[in-house]
Every structure is written in structure tokens, then in C-alpha cells.
């Protein structure tokens, strides 16, 4: 019989399946969380309004299951998910994250969850490997410490995490959430307008899958991550439950409710940026503990170590891949 916390990390999983598996018949695209930041933060024309509420939608759902639950079985005390890693130790997780997706075209959501069940080649690839240098780097850093914090984060007490508090970031979430919707129905069109939509219900569905499953909590990642005698192997059946749902759901996907081609990656190339970018993902996930999901259910309790130093190295690994693959590109006469 599973303990509680293997039964929750199961039903998260499949939580995560449904939503990913919802996005991909609704609107042919694969969920990856990397992606979907990364035209966030380029400000891609075609798609940053749903990339945007997406983000958005992931933030007000945790401020108001927060709201609800608190601090405990859902979530870790701040002095919790903070712990153990120094700001400078934050940011240059974050930016080995940030190089290593935009490198690998991927994370654990886009690889894993979405690759792995599609028979995607590049994502059997790069699964494993990031896999490996992730517990790599835990493990030894378990047991070498670097960038540690010499001071200690004390974080915010309860009182200052108060309802009034997280009421505001919810209703500004959901202010921009219902706004984008808004103009898409009135001044653009109805494509736009189902985009916001369905990218409103997978966010929702999704930040509830990585809550439930545990995925939020850092603690819980590292302990996956970290081999040792406290290791908790319980991450496992997200994966599980994840891919074993989608294998089946997209799978049977031909086109989408709305009759659009699904996005396919033809893409079967196995080439050094690749493998570089899961070993550099890797060793920042391993680091941190946090890929670009969780981050995002994290990032509105506003702790600098994550909200600012994680996601600042994160933004900069994207933009110099970024810059680095304008640099390559031919320019046009």
C-alpha cells in the first residue's frame, strides 16, 4: 500500500498529465516550461499573450491555494525552500538552468513529461542526462558543501505573509489573466481569445499537479535528487504518472478539438548542444533544486534567493544563448 506522500506524488503526476495532455489536444502544443518563459521574456509577438497568461495564471493559482492550505503540507516554511544555498549560489543555478534549456530546447517538462511519451529521440537523450548530472551534483554537494549561506535567510514570519498580502497578488494575477482575455475578444480574434483560455485552464491545472505531486517544494526535490540514506525516491511516480497517462493520451492525438495540426518536433538531431545543454541544466537543477515550474510556483513569495537571484540567472543564461545564436545566424542581404 503507498504511504501518503507516494499516493500524492502519483495523483500529481497524473494531475500534470491531464493538463499537459489538455493543452496538446487543445491547441497542438507541447507544455514546456522553458519555452513558454523563454517567449515571455523575448516578447514574442504571435504568442506572448498566452505565454503571459500562462505565467500569470501559474502565480494566482498558488497564491490562492497558499491563501487556502498556508505554510505546511503544501508548502515549505521560506526558511525551508531557501536553505543551504547562498544567493550567489542561486543565481549561477539559475543561469546553468537558463543555459541549459535554451540549449537543450527543453526542461523536465518539455523533455520529460511531453518528450519522453512522445518517443521523442532528443528527449530520451536528454532526460537521462540531466538526470544524472542532477544527482551528481546533489549528492556530492551533500556531502562537499559549496555556496553555502553564511547568514542564514530568515525569511518572512506567517504575519508577513498575510491574506492581505497574497489577496493583492491574486487579484493583480487575475486582473492581467481576465484583461488578456478581454482583448483578445475584443480586438483581436477568436484563435487569440481560445488561446488565453485553454492556456488559463493547463497553467491552473498544472501549478495544482505540482503542488499536489511536491514538486513545489525544493526540500522534496533535493531529496530525490540527493543520494543518501534520507533519499526520497517519491518524485519517481510523477514521473511515472506523467508519462505513463500522456504515452496513451498523446499517443491517440491526431489533431486538436479545433481541428489544428498538433506541434510535432521533427528535430532528431543528437549533436554536442544537446548533450551540453542537459549537463549544464543538470548540474543547475541539481545545484538549486528548481527547474523553471516550480520556480514559477515559488517566485510570488518574492525571496530574493529565488525571485531575484534564481530567476536573474535564469533570464541572462536564455539571453546570451540568445544573443549567441543571433551572432550565428546568416545575415540577410
Given at each position: 500500500m503507498f504511504e501518503q506522500q507516494e499516493s500524492m506524488a502519483l495523483l500529481g503526476g497524473i494531475i500534470i498529465s491531464i493538463a499537459?495532455?489538455?493543452?496538446?489536444?487543445?491547441?497542438?502544443?507541447?507544455?514546456?516550461?522553458?519555452?513558454?518563459?523563454?517567449?515571455?521574456?523575448f516578447f514574442e509577438k504571435y504568442s506572448f499573450h498566452w505565454r503571459a497568461t500562462f505565467i500569470f495564471a501559474m502565480m494566482a493559482t498558488t497564491v490562492f491555494l497558499w491563501n487556502f492550505f498556508g505554510f505546511g503540507s503544501c508548502f515549505d516554511e521560506p526558511t525551508v525552500f531557501v536553505k543551504n544555498l547562498s544567493k550567489p549560489g542561486y543565481f549561477v543555478a539559475g543561469l546553468l538552468v537558463g543555459l541549459g534549456t535554451k540549449l537543450g530546447n527543453g526542461c523536465t517538462s518539455g523533455h520529460g513529461i511531453c518528450g519522453l511519451?512522445?518517443?521523442?529521440?532528443?528527449?530520451?537523450?536528454?532526460?537521462?542526462?540531466?538526470?544524472?548530472?542532477?544527482?551528481?551534483?546533489?549528492?556530492?554537494?551533500?556531502?562537499?558543501?559549496?555556496?553555502?549561506?553564511?547568514?542564514?535567510?530568515?525569511?518572512?514570519s506567517m504575519k508577513q505573509y498575510g491574506l492581505i498580502l497574497n489577496s493583492v497578488?491574486?487579484?493583480?494575477?487575475?486582473?492581467?489573466?481576465?484583461?488578456?482575455?478581454?482583448?483578445?475578444?475584443?480586438?483581436?480574434?477568436?484563435?487569440?481569445?481560445?488561446?488565453?483560455v485553454f492556456a488559463s485552464i493547463t497553467a491552473v491545472l498544472f501549478a495544482i499537479g505540482l503542488i499536489v505531486s511536491g514538486m513545489n517544494k525544493r526540500s522534496k526535490i533535493l531529496g530525490f535528487l540527493t543520494i543518501n540514506q534520507n533519499w526520497d525516491p517519491s518524485l519517481m511516480l510523477v514521473l511515472c504518472g506523467a508519462v505513463g497517462l500522456n504515452f496513451i493520451t498523446m499517443n491517440l492525438m491526431t489533431k486538436t478539438i479545433?481541428?489544428?495540426?498538433?506541434?510535432?518536433?521533427?528535430n532528431k538531431t543528437i549533436?554536442?548542444?544537446?548533450?551540453?545543454?542537459?549537463?549544464?541544466?543538470?548540474?543547475?537543477?541539481?545545484?538549486?533544486?528548481?527547474?523553471?515550474?516550480?520556480?514559477?510556483?515559488?517566485?510570488?513569495?518574492?525571496?530574493?534567493?529565488?525571485?531575484?537571484?534564481?530567476?536573474?540567472?535564469?533570464?541572462?543564461?536564455?539571453?546570451?544563448?540568445?544573443?549567441?545564436?543571433n551572432i550565428l545566424k546568416p545575415k540577410k542581404n
Open positions: 499537459t495532455s489538455f493543452n496538446y489536444y487543445t491547441t497542438g502544443r507541447v507544455t514546456g516550461m522553458s519555452g513558454i518563459y523563454s517567449g515571455f521574456i511519451p512522445r518517443l521523442s529521440i532528443r528527449s530520451w537523450v536528454f532526460v537521462p542526462i540531466f538526470l544524472v548530472f542532477g544527482i551528481l551534483t546533489a549528492t556530492y554537494r551533500d556531502s562537499n558543501p559549496f555556496f553555502v549561506d553564511e547568514t542564514p535567510y530568515e525569511g518572512y497578488l491574486l487579484t493583480a494575477c487575475t486582473i492581467i489573466v481576465v484583461l488578456f482575455t478581454l482583448y483578445s475578444f475584443i480586438f483581436t480574434n477568436r484563435d487569440k481569445m481560445f488561446d488565453i479545433l481541428g489544428k495540426r498538433l506541434e510535432v518536433v521533427t549533436d554536442f548542444r544537446l548533450i551540453l545543454g542537459g549537463i549544464l541544466f543538470g548540474i543547475g537543477w541539481g545545484l538549486g533544486g528548481l527547474c523553471p515550474g516550480p520556480g514559477f510556483i515559488l517566485f510570488p513569495f518574492f525571496t530574493p534567493h529565488i525571485s531575484l537571484s534564481w530567476f536573474g540567472g535564469l533570464t541572462i543564461g536564455q539571453y546570451i544563448i540568445k544573443m549567441y545564436e
